[in-house]
Structures are given as structure tokens and as C-alpha cells.
């Protein structure tokens, strides 16, 4: 790995951003970061709500942030927990619509090496209306 690989640069952000998490509920802080076919890095994390089920996660948060901001293309992610974790049910949903199912995904915890899964290990048969 060199300091600019997607998998360290998405590591670092990845965990930067779990930093930010709003998780008083669960005290579960989760960050996630994608990177953009033209270089740029999009991060989010999970925003937890008195109201359990108004909870975003921080894969659709980053998601979201990253179109906001005119990125639709998407060449990997890094999804930062206490513990590795992949992106629930309805964050791969939402991932499939913009990302190829070969997509790298890095589950990374506090310290040391990431798992690395695709977005079709994770989520093999996402819906879609044709
Ligand atoms: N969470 C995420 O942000 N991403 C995931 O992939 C799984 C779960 C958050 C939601 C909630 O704030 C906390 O983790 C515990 O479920």
C-alpha cells in the first residue's frame, strides 16, 4: 500500500469521519468515505435520532454528500466501525444504484488491516425495476 491508494486514502477519511458520528443511542460510530471516479473523496457518518428509525447511516450519508456535491461514479468504499461491518440491507440498495457490483468495499476497524469484500459479495441481487 502507498499513501495514496484508494484503500489508504479511503481508511484514513473513513475514520476521520466516524469521528463526526452522532450515535448517543447505540454509541455504535460509523464513518464511511467513496471515491469518486475523478479523485474526490465523499464522507459521512452515521446520524442517529431521539425517533430510532430517522437514524441515517453514514454509507448513505457519504453517498448523498458525494451527488450533492456532483459526483455520481463511484470507485470504492471504506466503511469505518468499531468493529468491521458492512453497509446494512438499505445502504447497499441505495449504493447499487450508483456503483458497479465489482466496487471494492474496505470494512475497517479502529486499527489495523481493512477486509476487503465487493459490493456484489454484499449484496448480490439488488432490486431494480428493469
Ligand atoms: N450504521 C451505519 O451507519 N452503517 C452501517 O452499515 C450499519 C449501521 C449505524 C446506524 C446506527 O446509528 C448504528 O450504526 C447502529 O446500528
Do not use: W
Amino acid at each position: 500500500m502507498t499513501p495514496d491508494d484508494p484503500e489508504t486514502r479511503l481508511t484514513a477519511a473513513a475514520r476521520e469521519a466516524a469521528k463526526a458520528a452522532y450515535a448517543p443511542y447505540s454509541k455504535f460510530a460509523v464513518g464511511a468515505a467513496l471515491l469518486g471516479e475523478d479523485g474526490t473523496v465523499h464522507a459521512g457518518c452515521n446520524v442517529e435520532n431521539a425517533s430510532y428509525g430517522l437514524t441515517l447511516c453514514a454509507e448513505r450519508n457519504a453517498l448523498t454528500a458525494a451527488v450533492a456535491a456532483g459526483c455520481r461514479r463511484f470507485t470504492a468504499l471504506a466503511v469505518a466501525a468499531p468493529r468491521p461491518v458492512p453497509p446494512c440491507g438499505a445502504c447497499c440498495q441505495v449504493l447499487a444504484e450508483f456503483c458497479p457490483p465489482d466496487m471494492p468495499i474496505f470494512l475497517v476497524a479502529p486499527t489495523g488491516p481493512a477486509t476487503r469484500l465487493s459490493l456484489r459479495d454484499v449484496f448480490p441481487q439488488p432490486f431494480a425495476l428493469s
